[in-house]
């Protein structure tokens, strides 16, 4: 009886000891050209820390000194990206796609631990359209402009049309000033890669001409895992013809391009890259780049640069030394989910540089990210330290908000999409 | 009867160790994939059998150390369990040396068990 009791407890003292996994470092705020890449580390579990959702009973994002947050939306149906209209309307994409087989316990464990991070709302599949016809800053107007998409996330407007990046379609709506309802049933203009959609987000931009539209396509794994051939057509990003639809690879290797962007003094097509997870609290850096045409950015042979990652094989080393640096290293584990640059007009020092929303961490023990940064650029290149832009989606252990998409206004403002509160943000300098 | 369950445990054991090889094989993802859902069902079973065992240890008819073998058994496969959640080739070789280790703590368990058994039967 007593060697069974002894036996009992010893079992459950030896569990709690096989869960400890390997200590974490405090968060060294990794950025810029050349992050320290520590070595790859992993416990028998990975790190990792849920959000913990709550209300805002309140409160409100934090933001700097001279400027002003306001919702503009509550309310929604997950809000990804954002997208301003020529008249000032601001469309929201509101979806939740995925839905990858589940192959191994793990999955099913690491589904139910990650599911309580977000929402429990199901996802819109549908653009909403808001406006605020007044120009007080209140968006009164509120109104369904397309539903029925299949988990829209990237959109992009050029030539009069409406570029909605579904997890399944690249498709089009003709659209005719303060319109606040879509005419007719979109136009697909490419089929997108969906099979088993692992990460199902289609990233989207446009040129300025409104000739090439650029979309992200993430991998279908953290690392392979799901075997190489579903990896066809995935990590890269698209670019696509806005007449004919022909679609080609324009950079490959970038693990998952969330949000794309053209620089607007070089129009450089940028994008943030949510990197591989479980090697550790400050492995692999996320990143913000500038997308090189034909460059291949690693995923998943190598990451930044030619440093190997022995858990794909059979390796390419061929591809290992192909692998390039990306520009500008933002914290492991923050998940970049928006990009929007900067215009002339917004007060220092926000006028030139890059808005990126983070996310926020699952795979680190010490959160990182939950926050919109201001990555500042000179002469079309990163300069210098990110600063934070909004902050305060944690308190108490508690997170009320996960921004994704930002957007800029250019009435001068930014918008900002937060998918825990369903909430659609608007940050002003305060004179406006 | 404890060392019935636990027997019914080793086939499960046996093919996590064959498809963990065919993985440092091939590295077809599928065969990782049949590993862990084979060390996963072994561990339920391997986990009725330790109960069985205690409560036979309980009402004095069992032995510690099969009841010792079947919690060692379980506590390395609820390893190999986890090192089987790593990502693609992370595993290996780790995964493949301790589904060996657990195949053979678990044969020693039911020989040990079984063993008893038959005595108690004979007696």
New interface residues.
């Given amino acids: ?1 007593n ?2 009791l002894i ?1 009992g407890s010893a ?1 459950v003292a ?2 709690t000891a ?1 869960g400890v996994v390997a200590q974490t470092t405090p968060g060294p705020g990794q950025h810029g050209g050349n992050p320290e890449l520590p070595a790859p580390q ?1 416990g ?2 990975p790190d990792m820390a849920i959000a913990e959702p709550a209300g805002w009973d309140g409160r409100l994002p934090t933001v700097p000194t001279g400027w002003t947050i306001k919702a503009i939306a509550t309310d929604l149906k997950i809000p990804r990206q954002t997208l301003v209209l020529p008249n000032g309307d601001i469309l929201v994409a509101e979806g939740r796609g995925g839905g990858a087989p589940k ?4 999955d099913f464990i690491a589904g139910v631990i990650k599911a309580r991070g977000n929402t429990a709302v199901k996802g819109g599949n549908r653009l909403t359209l808001l406006r605020d016809a007044d120009g007080d800053g209140a968006y009164e107007g509120r109104w369904v402009y397309a539903e029925n998409l299949d988990a829209p996330y990237g959109l992009a407007f050029a030539g009069g049309k409406i570029y909605v990046a579904n997890q399944n379609a690249l498709v089009r709506f003709d659209y005719t000033d303060g319109q606040t309802q879509a005419a007719a049933a979109p136009t697909t203009v490419a089929l997108l890669p969906s099979a088993v959609n692992h990460h199902w987000t289609k990233a989207l931009t446009v040129d300025a001409e409104g000739r090439f539209l650029y979309v992200g396509i993430g991998s279908n ?7 190489m051939a579903v990896e066809e057509n995935r990590a890269l990003v698209w670019q696509v013809d806005a007449t004919t639809g022909a679609v080609r690879p324009f950079a490959t290797g970038l693990r998952n391009p969330t949000a794309l962007a053209f620089e607007p003094g070089t129009r450089q097509l940028w994008t943030v890259v949510n990197e591989r997870d ?1 090697l550790g609290p400050d492995l692999v850096p996320d990143y913000l780049t500038s997308v090189r045409e034909g460059a291949f950015y690693g995923w998943p042979y190598a990451y930044w640069g030619p440093n190997v990652d ?5 390796g390419d080393d061929e591809k290992v030394q192909a692998t390039v640096k990306p520009d500008y290293a933002l914290q492991s584990h923050s998940a970049p989910l928006g990009l929007a640059f900067s215009q002339a007009g917004l007060p220092a020092p926000f006028a030139e540089g890059a808005f990126v929303g983070l996310h926020g961490s699952w795979n680190r023990q010490e959160p990182v990210g939950y926050k919109v940064i201001f990555v500042p650029f000179s002469g079309g290149k990163p300069n210098g330290a990110p600063v934070d832009f909004v902050a305060g989606f944690q308190a108490d252990g508690k997170t009320m908000g996960r921004p994704v998409g930002v957007t800029l206004d250019p009435k001068g403002a930014v918008i900002v999409a937060d998918d825990l509160s369903n909430t659609v943000w608007r940050v002003t300098p305060s004179a406006q | 009867m404890h060392a019935v369950i636990a027997t019914s445990a080793l086939p499960l054991f046996l093919g996590a160790l064959l498809s963990d090889w065919a993985y440092s094989r091939s590295f077809q993802p599928q065969w990782i994939n049949f590993s862990s859902w084979l060390i996963a069902g072994a561990l339920v079973l391997t986990g009725v059998a330790m109960l069985w065992a205690l409560v036979e240890l309980l009402r004095r008819r069992g032995s510690l150390i099969s009841l010792l073998l079947l919690l060692a058994t379980f506590v390395l496969g609820f390893v190999n369990a986890l090192v089987h959640a790593r990502d693609g080739a992370a595993t290996m070789p780790t995964g493949l040396v301790l589904s060996a280790m657990v195949l053979v703590l678990a044969a020693v368990a039911v020989g040990v068990g079984l063993t008893a058994w038959c005595r108690r039967a004979a007696a």
């Fill in positions: 009886m060697a069974a036996t079992v030896l569990i096989l992993r028998l579990l192959l191994t316990p793990k794994s953290n690392i392979g895992e799901r075997g479980e022995p858990r794909i094989q059979p």
